[in-house]
């Protein structure tokens, strides 16, 4: 029933900027989170950005003064803003969210994945 869906991943030179953004859809009580991760090839999978429902952000260090997480509860939509982009920023970035369809219950969703490439 619920799935997320990405988009705005590409290839962009170094400095340049990129918007990533983050639907998601089907039967939908609440969402409690909504957070963007990203795994580069032999790297662990890590938290970039992480945004409640209620506002509260979190960033990670290296990309903290860069990237810009932002939601649109309205329309169930999650962005993420990247500026200064760096070659190391390279990696498939992940949409995740906290879900509830019921009053009572929460899951995890994941979305597909988008390749960011930061290369002159």
């Known amino acids: 029933q619920v799935q997320l869906v990405e988009s705005g991943g590409g290839l962009v030179q170094p400095g340049g900027s990129l918007r990533l953004s983050c639907a998601a859809s089907?039967?939908?009580?609440?969402?409690?989170?909504m957070n963007w991760y990203r795994q580069a090839p032999g790297k662990q999978r890590e938290l970039v950005a992480a945004k409640s429902s209620t506002g509260v952000t979190n960033y990670a260090d290296s990309v903290k003064g860069r990237f810009t997480i932002s939601r649109d509860n309205a329309k169930n939509t999650v962005f993420l803003e990247m500026n200064s982009l760096k070659p190391e920023d390279t990696a498939v970035y992940y949409c995740?969210?906290?879900?509830?369809?019921?009053?009572?219950?929460?899951?995890?969703?994941w979305g597909q994945g988008t390749q960011v490439t930061v290369s002159s």
């Open positions: 089907g039967s939908i009580f609440s969402i409690n989170a």
């Open positions: 995740n969210a906290d879900i509830s369809i019921t009053f009572w219950n929460a899951r995890n969703y």
